[in-house]
């Protein structure tokens, strides 16, 4: 039989592991986010088959949403308002930014409550919690890629043949995505200690749709006020993706270089106050 002095002695010798809350750098985030690269995966692919379980129509409604939208906003702003459209027909381009403003609103709604919505995994176990809000956002880019289909069928049927600025496109999804997940970061950590995120964020994602040029075009925004305008980086995106699909005049720089400055900015300091609260998460979920 072993003594009470080779117990102590075997039990001092276990190494003990500690868990810091959070990453103390860029680096050690980023190296912490591709060690658990498949955690990303899984989790994205969850909140992609808990959003259709049990729909009757499924990834159909990715189709109905822009096409309903775009039914009304031709109905109100193109036939009774009589909003130009730079030259193209106004249902396609409603459409043209109906398709990336919905992937916006849609990853910004889940980012937002991703860590609420996953509260035992904040709680019982540790990961990384970036890693929810993001896989929020990639759950969304399903919607927009048949959403995105159908955008460019309907662009064809019109007899429009995108060129070359069509290849632009990813670029203009990536501003979206790091403005969606920039803002989400701010409001996921905000909404674990202030639970009326969750009831204003609808407010706000119907004042920013005003915000923006979806039913009217950027044009009609003085000269002078397009740098102050385009701080709203999804002007840049809306704008960005009807010239790459529909030829409408190019986007400003002034317009373009403040959206991608605001996105940047909003990123950045995302990510920052993520960081900070991380710490407190699982105590005041």
Do not use: C
């Not at 396609?92 to 403003?101: G, H, I, K, M």
């Not at 496109?169 to 920039?182: H, M, R």
């Amino acid at each position: 039989m072993t003594s009470s002095a080779d117990r102590l002695d075997s039990l001092n010798d276990k190494r003990v592991v500690r868990i810091h809350p959070g990453a103390r750098s860029w680096s050690e985030t980023l190296t912490e986010l591709l060690e658990h690269r498949e955690l990303l995966y899984f989790l994205t692919w969850r909140d992609v088959k808990v959003r259709y379980k049990q729909t009757v129509l499924g990834t159909a409604w990715a189709v109905l949403q822009p096409l309903t939208m775009m039914v009304i906003f031709s109905l109100f702003f193109g036939r009774l308002a009589k909003m130009p459209s730079n030259g193209v027909s106004y249902p396609l381009f409603a459409l043209a930014a109906l398709v990336p403003w919905q992937f916006f609103a849609h990853s910004l709604g889940e980012s937002s409550n991703s860590l609420v919505q996953n509260e035992r995994l904040v709680t019982k176990t540790y990961l990384p919690r970036l890693i929810l809000p993001m896989s929020s956002l990639g759950s969304g880019l399903l919607d927009f890629a048949i959403s995105f289909a159908l955008l460019l069928t309907l662009v064809l049927i019109g007899g429009i043949v995108p060129g070359l600025t069509a290849l632009t496109i990813p670029l203009f999804l990536l501003l979206a995505t790091v403005t969606a997940l920039g803002l989400g970061l701010w409001l996921a950590a905000l909404n674990v200690q202030y639970r009326d995120v969750r009831y204003t964020l609808a407010f706000l994602t119907q004042i920013w749709l005003f915000m923006t040029p979806i039913a009217y075009p950027s044009s009609l925004v003085p000269a002078r006020w397009q740098a102050v305008y385009g701080l709203n980086p999804m002007a840049g995106v809306v704008e960005g993706f009807r010239w790459a699909l529909l030829g409408t005049p190019t986007p400003s720089f002034r317009l373009l270089g403040a959206s991608s400055s605001g996105a940047v900015l909003l990123l950045i300091s995302g990510f920052w106050y993520f960081r900070r609260m991380e710490r407190t998460f699982a105590d005041t979920i």
